[in-house]
T-cell receptor, first 113, second 114 residues
Framework: EAGVAQSPRYKIIEKRQSVAFWCNPISGHATLYWYQQILGQGPKLLIQFQNNGVVDDSQLPKDRFSAERLKGVDSTLKIQPAKLEDSAVYLC???????????FGAGSRLTVL | DQQVKQNSPSLSVQEGRISILNCDYTNSMFDYFLWYKKYPAEGPTFLISISSIKDKNEDGRFTVFLNKSAKHLSLHIVPSQPGDSAVYFCAAVNYGGSQGNLIFGKGTKLSVKP
């Protein structure tokens, strides 16, 4: 079974610029998650999708972050404009509906200068 | 306010000995707990889990113990191997409420020395 695919793996931008991350979950996994992991911290949930609907986006900074999951498969997370504190690894994860174990991708490391 | 706490940022153990990683939580509504392992430049990978109705779950060299009254869980690795060197994250979830939102601790970096 192919894993969760993410791109790009690394991105360096200047503050106030925009960036987008892409995620392709495991085939058949209805639930998709975006987590933010700041250096020295554990992953923190940004948004959770069930198919193409949002289940939980309570911790997503909606003034600058947006995410979509068109057609219930791939997902894109966008940051515009980026701030220095957005420097982090953005992890995508997926699971079968109702499953209690998430499978994570390798992450996209963002550095904002 | 951290709901899941891993108070030891790092742990060093000799190969062949036992590694014990600890985790405390504050939310009594958590009903499922997981341990993830993370190597550098990779995403976290699932290791072992335990439901709140159990107090122990074992999988090969890995055993997780849950003490609900103390709101404490621990991961035991016996015997420890150099390949176990990684960051270990404890995570908790309230499936009755938050539909799968894992709350993670800050992680403990385990170093197993040959």
């Amino acid at each position: 079974e192919a894993g969760v695919a993410q791109s790009p793996r690394y991105k360096i931008i200047e503050k106030r610029q925009s960036v987008a991350f892409w995620c392709n979950p495991i085939s058949g996994h209805a639930t998709l998650y975006w987590y933010q992991q700041i250096l020295g911290q554990g992953p923190k949930l940004l948004i959770q999708f069930q198919n193409n609907g949002v289940v939980d986006d309570s911790q997503l900074p909606k003034d600058r972050f947006s995410a979509e999951r068109l057609k219930g498969v791939d997902s894109t997370l966008k940051i515009q404009p980026a701030k220095l504190e957005d420097s982090a690894v953005y992890l995508c994860a997926s699971s079968r509906s109702g499953a209690n174990v998430l499978t994570f991708g390798a992450g996209s490391r963002l550095t904002v200068l | 306010d951290q709901q899941v706490k891993q108070n030891s940022p790092s742990l060093s153990v000799q190969e062949g000995r036992i590694s014990i990683l600890n985790c405390d939580y504050t939310n009594s509504m958590f009903d499922y707990f997981l341990w993830y392992k993370k190597y550098p430049a990779e995403g976290p990978t699932f290791l072992i889990s335990i439901s709140s109705i159990k107090d122990k779950n074992e999988d090969g060299r890995f055993t997780v113990f849950l003490n609900k009254s103390a709101k404490h869980l621990s991961l035991h690795i016996v015997p420890s191997q150099p390949g176990d060197s990684a960051v270990y994250f404890c995570a908790a979830v309230n499936y009755g409420g938050s539909q799968g939102n894992l709350i993670f601790g800050k992680g403990t970096k385990l170093s197993v020395k040959p």
